[in-house]
Structure formats: C-alpha cells, structure tokens
C-alpha cells in the first residue's frame, strides 16, 4: 500500500470523542452484566445519548429476552428521538424470538448509532445497513476489541465453527496435580475454587473425561450465587462407563455422554436418568485412537451452540487438546506447596526430542487469588 493510500484511508477512518469513548466504556460495563446469563447469545449493552447525557441504558438478560436496544428504548421512551444509540454489537435485524433492534431503533427516531462491531451470524447480520439505508449515521469500529473479547466464544465460532476452548490445571509449585496415590483435595485454596466457579459460569459447557469422573466423581456443575444456569456437561467416555448414580449425571441440567462403543445396557441405565431436572444424551461417534476425535467433538458442540467451553480433565486428556492445538487458553493455578517427587504430573504430551520441539505460551496475565496464582497463557508463535 502507498503513502498516499494510506492517508486516504486514515482520512476516512471515524474519529472517536471523548464523549464516544465514556459511551462506549458504558456500553461494554452494562454488557458484561450478562456474563452468565445469555449464553448462547452474546453479551450486548447498549446506551443512548442525547443532548449530552445519558436518557436510556440496558444489556441483554438472558437469552429469549428482550435485546440491550430494547431495554434502552424502553427507558428513553420519547427521549430517544433524535438520541444516538451506542451498542457493543451491530443491531439485529431478525425476527426471532424477540423483534428486529434495527426496526426498534428506526421507528424511536433514533439519529445516530454506534456499534463496536459487526454482527458474524450471518442470520441477523445487516442492521447497520437498514439503518443506513433509511437515514440514520452509522459508525463501526469504536472499542471493538474490548467487545469481541466479551464474546470471544460467540465470535469463533461463527467464523471458525468451533468453540473457544478454555482448559483449566491446578497445581502445585513444582508442577504437579496430586500425590501419587491419586490424592488431589485439595491442591489450591477455596478462592480459587471459586474464581474457577465463575469461569465455569460463564461457559456454554465444560467438558471432563471418564477418567476423572471415576477417580474424583465431580459434579462439575456451577455453584455460585450470581448465577443459576448450569452449563450443558459433556463427559467423554468411550466405552460408556459413567455410573448412573455419579455426582455429574445426578446434579440439575442437561449432561452429554459421547463415546465410541455402544452399549445397549449402560445407555439405558444412564437414559433412565432422566426426569424433570435433569438430561442425559448419549451419542456414539467413531473412535480415533482410544477415542472421539476432539475436534470432531468441538465442532459438534459449536453446532449446538456453544461458545465457550471449559475443559476440567486429567493430565491424559488435557494433554491432547493441548497436543493438537485446540486450546484457546490456559488458565493455570499455582499454589504455594510442593508435592515431592512421584507426585502426578500436569500434562500427559509426547515425549519431545529437542528443545525445538516444545510447545511455546506466552503469558496474557498473573493474578493473586487468594494465596495461589493464577496464570493465563496462549499459545505463541512456534520457532521454525
């Protein structure tokens, strides 16, 4: 691209107030309100201006509610003709279970909108077309990494057809997860526990294999206060060995059973589960190894809607996502203990050959919680 090319482009890119940005800054704040609860929707906040201040707020709820736009217009009633309307996602513009927000906006006389970025279900993509069409100002771009990182699931899969794969290790200072007997409870502290509870919360599913199901018999369900949806459990379990009266098939919610031999016994006794509280699905899929082939897995469960999905398994398990280059990010707790040697270690990968061969992080963050860390990773670029 020439000098001149680019000068032209900076020329038209929209030039963002103060006023815009606290807006905007507004407008992610309320949208984060609905961390937990609109999944599989995305977290929208919206906030309406006019004359300089502020004359309706609102975020997406949950999901099948109202939208952020409407919960906004509502409290602007007349307020907002003429207000301009600042929206962490492009306006819909689909008749779903709730009416277009690209109508809703038109018909309150709105003057101006500003959306963060562009909508990827192409099902409701082209709000800000419609409203540009009839008159309204349209500007794209403000804040819009902060808002995909709100949806950070809900963005990859719509462009991937994968989830975002969050896989969480908790261990010891010298890199291990239990004794050698097994014994892990617990390894880090009851604020750790809890701060992984809200990671859990605000995912679309969180998936664990037979292994850990037998040595721990988790419930992996989600315990907090500020949140009652409990995220769809996903087990994967090749030769359907799940105990019908385990802690994770008994707990409210909807529980997946993949595996890859049937069994016509076990299934009926883990469908045989099911009541007003609680579902059980078994599906069978063809095994790759000894099992599903993840992404097989994490495309599959993309087509139902999920977003993020949080990964608590053993070190064999964990390992392979790792190991094929599904993982998204790491969440790791440290505490501050030593475990000794013989302990378990923390991933099951391949043994490496050279130094040129490990797998290369970066870390993203390094929190305190409590009296462990907690460290966030990414994958880096690999060294040819």
């Known amino acids: 691209m020439s000098d001149s ?31 937990f609860t609109t999944d599989p929707n995305p977290r929208v906040g919206c906030v309406l201006v ?16 109202p939208h952020a736009e409407a919960h906004a217009l509502a409290q602007a009633g007349e307020r907002a003709r003429g207000a301009t309307a600042y929206v962490t996602l492009e306006p819909c513009d689909h008749q779903g279970r709730t009416p277009p927000c690209s109508v809703a906006l038109l018909n309150a006389g709105v003057a101006e909108v500003v959306c963060a970025v562009e909508d990827p279900d192409l099902r409701v993509h ?3 077309a419609r409203l540009a ?12 990494e902060q808002a995909e990182a709100l949806n950070v699931g809900f963005f990859k899969r719509f462009r991937q057809g994968l989830p975002f794969v969050r896989v ?24 750790a526990r809890k701060d992984a509870q809200r990671f859990r919360a605000r995912s679309s599913a969180i998936l664990t294999g037979i292994g850990t199901v037998l040595a721990d018999d988790p419930a992996m369900n989600v315990r907090l206060q500020e949140s009652d949806r409990q995220p769809l459990r996903v087990i994967l379990d090749s030769d359907l ?28 006794a883990l469908l045989e589960r099911c009541n007003a509280d609680v579902s059980v699905e078994v599906l069978i899929l063809p095994a790759v190894e000894e099992g599903p082939a993840l992404r097989e897995v994490l ?13 608590e398994a053993g070190a064999k398990l964990a390992g392979a996502f790792v190991a094929q280059g599904l993982v998204d990010e ?8 030593l475990l000794g040697s013989g302990a378990r270690g923390l991933l099951d990968l391949p043994a490496l050959q050279s130094l040129d061969q490990r797998i290369r992080l970066r870390f993203t963050d390094m929190q305190r919680i409590g009296d462990d860390l907690r460290l966030t990773l990414t994958s880096a670029p690999q060294e040819s």
Do not use: C, F
């Open 168 to 191: 969480k290790l908790a261990m010891s200072l010298d890199g291990h997860t239990a004794l050698a007997n097994g014994e892990s409870r617990w390894i880090t502290s009851s604020a």
């Open 5 to 35: 090319e680019s000068a032209v482009q900076s020329s038209q890119l929209p030039q963002w107030s103060e006023a815009d940005n606290l807006a905007m800054s507004r407008a992610l704040e309320l949208a984060q309100r609905g961390l």
């Open 50 to 65: 006019r004359e300089g201040q502020i004359v309706g707020e609102g975020w997406h709820r949950e999901a099948g509610g």
């Open 241 to 268: 060995r799940t105990p019908p009266n385990s802690r994770i098939v008994d707990r409210d919610g909807k529980v997946l059973i993949i595996g890859t031999r049937d069994d016509a016994a076990r299934r009926a």
């Open 133 to 144: 069409a009839q008159g309204v100002r349209v500007r794209t771009g403000l804040m819009r």
């Open 126 to 128: 082209g709000g800000n």
């Open 299 to 311: 495309a599959l469960l993309a087509a139902r809607g999920v977003n993020e999905l949080w990964v």
């Open 330 to 337: 790491l969440i790791v707790y440290v505490a501050p203990s």
